[in-house]
T-cell receptor, first 109, second 119 residues
């Protein structure tokens, strides 16, 4: 079983749609959680951290369920510029970060 | 440019040759990471350093791979006797504990990567 698993997609949605990505992790001792964004042929960049209480940044909402070892990212009112691959990332402590395989999103006009 | 820089951007080599990649992290960052990424997959952890100390190395990394960070600044990743399966994007990232997020998580700043093609 992979340490961090995501639905690879692709998710094809129209502009303005709401889309949700899911991620599960296997190590119950994982301590910190993040979503990174990676544009085609570019390096990954931090999108947002994920806190136990849930957190929101504009159109983006991240949720964490430690009991189920589950992380989610919700994007509301999708824009064309949101098209990218979204990577779920888990920290196992000591600085090591494990990436999921990524979920590809394509927003169409 | 004060970001993470990697050199070269592209490397084409023949199977069996040795290759070396260089990474220059953001100057005040004390942690440096190497990841490998293939098409359709997320970055796969290879190894990381805190200052000049190599703290962890992936079990997936064969003995043909070695990384160094001799003075706690730039790092090199060497692959000996390259194989076609080594073809991938090699990403370097750095972070600083002064920029911590969460309990122990850190914000990684990635370089643009070195694309290796082994023929």
């Amino acid at each position: 079983r992979k340490e961090v698993e995501q639905d690879p997609g692709p998710f094809n949605v129209p502009e303005g749609a709401t889309v949700a990505f899911n991620c599960t992790y296997s190590n119950s001792a994982s301590q910190s959680f993040f979503w990174y964004r990676q544009d085609c042929r570019k390096e990954p960049k931090l999108l947002m951290s994920v806190y136990s209480s849930g957190n929101e940044d504009g159109r983006f909402t991240a949720q964490l369920n430690r009991a189920s070892q589950y992380i989610s990212l919700l994007i509301r009112d999708s824009k064309l510029s949101d098209s990218a691959t979204y990577l779920c990332v888990v920290s196992q402590g000591g600085g090591k970060l494990i990436f999921g395989q990524g979920t590809e999103l394509s927003v169409k006009p | 440019d004060t970001g993470v820089s990697q050199d070269p951007r592209h490397k084409i080599t023949k199977r069996g040759q040795n290759v070396t990649f260089r990474c220059d992290p953001i100057s005040e960052h004390n942690r440096l990471y190497w990841y490998r990424q293939t098409l359709g997959q997320g970055p796969e952890f290879l190894t990381y350093f805190q200052n000049e100390a190599q703290l962890e190395k992936s079990r997936l990394l064969s003995d043909r791979f070695s990384a160094e960070r001799p003075k706690g600044s730039f790092s090199t990743l060497e692959i000996q006797r390259t194989e076609q399966g080594d073809s991938a994007m090699y990403l370097c990232a750095s972070s600083s504990r002064r920029d911590q997020l969460g309990t122990e998580g850190e914000k990684l700043f990635f370089g643009s990567g070195t694309q290796l093609s082994v023929l």
